[in-house]
């Protein structure tokens, strides 16, 4: 698979170092048994006895220190050599070290969350006896072991579990990788779930040497004339001309005049194939952009931020950019926020190079997925194309990265391995020497802070491609509805009326609100009492299609009553709205249009999303109401109307990154309107019509976006002015879990002491109360640390979480460590 010198480590004298998927924070050493020299190299997973366990381990290199220095008597033995061939290439191993002491994770659970599951060859391998073998076992080569091995796979093939247990003994690795390198068993994989046949159509040559008839129908002869001026052509593409075209096919090439090959297609998400496109005439700014990166492909680490306007061809720039790289015999990653799986994205690179895209995203099964990633480590596959875990794709060498929609909050992992795909793009960039591309129509701040320090290069798309300016944004104040009864003080008249004017010109409306359910909260009228969780520290949600309260924190859910569990009154209020409500009211105020919702409610089912864009796109659907899933990367030129119920929602989060975000939903909503040949509109209701965000937002402006925020950022030494790590503690009891916060802050302060290095350069904010202070039956605590100093940063982090593991605070309450957190929650 990766092509590897297998005895590289012998002049090592077989000593190497071992990463174990275990929360420690060292790699080991261990020796490797003559047997298995062979066998071991860097990549491969071993077993290796760890304290009285025996665990699996990643081998990761020969040992860091001079061997001589390793007492030979106190070292231990790899116990076996669980891979034939490695799982990612020997040249990621330095950029699995980085990511494990920059965000302060054990090598070996790194690598395990970077290596996708499914990859365990014990669980796939079928071991069949080769002709050879069947020989061996008459002769007195193999040794007792071996010979029963080979006589019971003589028998059937096996998995080596069922072997295990066909011949009552375990068999290592090691002895069935030497019976294949003899050549006597043969080692398949197997993938269990359900194989994926390629798709072929039937294509249609014409035969000249045919003679022309008269007594062609006139069926025969159009499809005769469609053949002989367009070239070949599809049995699909002939039955939109001709509808009988499949059984007329068949019937000409049973005559001789044509023939009949097959070609295989691929699937968009839709399931329609894709046919290869032909790259269109780029635009004068998309020309200007590759041209002017191009060049720098093949020439060293350099990141460009390429800031283009919704709708402006950034597609087109990196399908480009991408067959440059190519065309230097560069491989190419590429990274899409996980909500563009089934964006368009992936068709228009299959469209364009066809074979060579390898994808890896989680809709995939985990057999899919296992032949992507083998596709990849064998660079079969040159593009590799997927959401943020596709940052660990096996390239053993990389020349371009591109980031779509750099700023999307779903490249950031929350939980395990906290990393941002985005950051991490960068950074194994550099370790290949690569180009990075970051593109978005409103890059984070962080990224554009790193532009105006020249950090980062940029290119920008200022129009669209279909010369539409950019929609017209009419904000409305809501505070001016207030007093409005019912449901129009949500759904104001200017909006009711751009709705009703959408649908009476035949076009499509999107309608945004970003929460779900039917109300915001439910409060007692009589005794004020919310109802809230019984594990979280949140108010409930009706849900009435479900007839349901709701958490949306930790998924609790009970029937819904109609009388206050408090004091029992039946005065239930159910206050605010969310998409339920809204579409409830779209059904109402417009009994003839056909309306559907997209939020997580509506899209459990597997295929589901699709099924909706589908519709969508054939204009099954009038209006379509839906949170932020809404919001992001489609493509849909029926939408001339996007209505956003209200802006504020992210705005008054406790979180420094609130405006933000707030900003670029609210411009990312508003740039799928108008997308087709037809002018986009924009009816954004809000509290606040004078916040900086949502005037930014209004012209897609994040220049002017980012001019004010920097300054609010820079007053307060937050990031990009500085760095944080998050130390985040949790339990189940209150008083413990307080107990250990204050604890950390006392080490804190210690840590912080007036003569010590880390005075006046580290900033602690905290122990405090996380914001949302318990989730799912957890107490939760933060403590923020702040610098401007990365390294001395880490080195605080570093410190404070080993004294705590020196004290730990038993199992009841768990810390964890986010280093660049995104989500202050
Ligand atoms: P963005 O990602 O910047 O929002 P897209 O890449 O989705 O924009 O492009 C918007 C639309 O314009 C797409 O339908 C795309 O096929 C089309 N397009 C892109 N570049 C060109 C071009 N040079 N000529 C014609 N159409 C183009
Ligand atoms: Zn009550
Ligand atoms: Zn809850």
């Known amino acids: 698979m990766i092509p590897v010198k297998e005895n590289q480590l012998s002049h090592h004298r077989h000593i190497v170092s071992v990463a174990v998927a275990l929360p420690v924070h060292d790699t080991f050493c261990y020796s490797i048994p003559e047997p298995l020299a062979p066998h071991a190299c860097p990549g491969k997973r071993v077993l290796v006895p760890f304290g009285r366990r025996t665990v699996t381990g990643y081998l990761v290199g020969p040992a860091e220190e001079p061997t001589d220095k390793i007492d030979p008597m106190e070292i231990k033995h790899i116990l076996d050599v669980l891979d034939d ?20 994770h054990p090598l070996g659970q790194v690598i395990h969350t970077a290596l996708p599951a499914g990859l365990n060859l014990a669980d796939i391998a079928v071991l069949t006896i080769g002709g050879a073998g069947a020989e061996a076992v008459a002769t007195p080569h193999p040794s007792p072991l071996e010979k029963i091995v080979l006589s019971a796979l003589a028998k ?21 990788h030497q019976l294949r390198q003899r050549g006597w068993i043969q080692v398949d994989r197997q993938i269990k779930a359900r194989q994926i046949r390629p798709k072929t159509v039937r294509w249609v040559t014409v035969k000249q040497t045919a003679p022309a008839s008269e007594r062609f129908s006139v069926q025969r002869k159009i499809i005769r004339n469609l053949l002989e001026t367009k070239g070949d052509l599809s049995v699909p593409e002939l039955k939109t001309r001709v509808p009988t075209a499949p059984a007329l096919v068949r019937a000409m090439q049973k005559a001789g005049q044509v023939t009949v090959y097959e070609k295989t297609v691929y699937r968009d998400p839709f399931g329609d194939p894709i046919e290869p496109d032909i790259p269109p005439r780029l635009t004068a700014e998309q020309a200007e952009a590759v041209s002017a990166m ?42 899409v926020p996980e909500i563009a799986l089934i964006s368009q994205i992936e068709r228009r690179y299959r469209a364009r190079f066809g074979e060579t895209v390898a994808i890896l995203h989680s809709g995939l099964s985990q057999g899919e997925r296992y032949d992507q990633w083998i596709r990849i480590a064998n660079a079969d596959a040159t593009i590799a194309i997927g959401a943020r875990s596709c940052i660990f794709a096996p390239f053993g060498d990389v020349g371009l990265i591109i980031v779509d929609e750099e700023h999307d909050a779903s490249y950031k992992q929350e939980g395990g391995l906290s990393y941002n795909a985005r950051d991490l793009a960068v950074v194994r960039a550099r370790h290949h020497n690569a180009l990075t ?47 409005d009864r019912g449901i129009r003080r949500y759904i104001t008249a200017p909006l009711q009326q751009a709705i009703k004017k959408t649908l009476d010109d035949g076009n499509q409306a999107l309608i945004f609100l970003n929460r779900r359910g039917f109300s915001a909260f439910v409060i007692c009228g009589h005794c004020g009492q919310p109802l809230r969780c019984k594990n979280c520290d949140i108010s409930l949600t009706l849900h009435k299609r479900a007839n349901a309260f709701r958490c949306h924190y930790c998924g609790f ?85 996007v209505g956003v119920v209200c802006a504020d929602l992210t705005l008054n989060f406790p979180d420094f990154r609130a405006g933000e975000r707030t900003f670029q939903l609210l411009a990312q909503v508003a740039g799928r309107a108008g997308r087709g040949d037809r002018p986009g509109r924009v009816i954004l209701q809000t509290y606040n019509p004078n916040h900086f965000s949502i005037l930014a937002a209004k012209d897609q402006d994040f220049k002017a976006f980012f001019d004010q925020e920097i300054g609010f950022r820079k007053a307060l030494g937050y990031p990009p002015f500085s760095r944080m790590i998050a130390v985040r503690i949790s339990g189940k009891d209150s008083k413990q879990a307080a107990a250990h916060a204050r604890a950390l802050g006392e080490n804190c302060r210690k840590l912080l002491t007036a003569d010590g290095p880390y005075c006046g350069r580290i900033q602690v904010m905290g122990p405090i109360e996380a914001p949302l202070s318990r989730i799912a039956k957890h107490h939760r605590w933060q403590i923020l640390v702040k610098s401007q100093h990365t390294a001395m940063l880490h080195r605080f982090a570093y410190e404070l979480i080993l004294d705590h593991r020196a004290a730990p605070a038993g199992r009841q309450v768990k810390v964890t460590v986010d280093v660049d957190p995104f989500f202050l929650m």
């Open 557 to 641: 859910s009970k029937a819904a009553v109609s009388t206050c569990p408090s004091c029992g009154s039946d005065k239930i209020r159910l206050l605010g709205v969310g998409t339920e409500k809204i579409q409830e009211a779209m059904t109402h105020l417009f009994p003839e249009a056909r309306v559907a919702r997209m939020d997580r409610d509506t899209m459990t089912r597997k295929g589901s999303i699709v099924n909706l864009l589908k519709d969508l796109k054939h204009r099954r659907i009038d209006i379509l109401v839906g949170t932020q899933m809404v919001a992001k990367g489609h493509d849909f030129p029926g939408i001339t109307l």
């Open 85 to 104: 061939t490695p799982l990612f290439p020997e040249t990621m191993i330095p950029f699995f070290q980085w990511i494990a002491a920059y965000y302060m």
């Open 156 to 176: 059937r093939p096996a998995g080596i579990k069922q072997l295990q247990k066909e011949i009552g003994q375990p068999v290592s690795w090691a002895l069935i």
């Open 437 to 483: 591309i970051l593109g978005s129509a409103t890059p984070s701040v962080q990224s554009w802070y790193n532009v105006s320090v020249g950090k980062y290069a940029t290119a920008r798309l200022t129009r669209r491609i279909n010369r539409q300016p950019l929609p017209a944004i009419q904000i409305v104040d809501l505070s001016q509805s207030r007093d």
């Open 294 to 335: 191009a060049p720098l492909l093949g020439q060293g680490f350099k990141t460009v931020l390429l800031a283009g306007v919704t709708g402006s061809g950034k597609t087109e720039v990196y399908l480009r950019l991408t067959q440059a790289a190519l065309d230097k015999g560069l491989r190419v990653l590429v990274l």
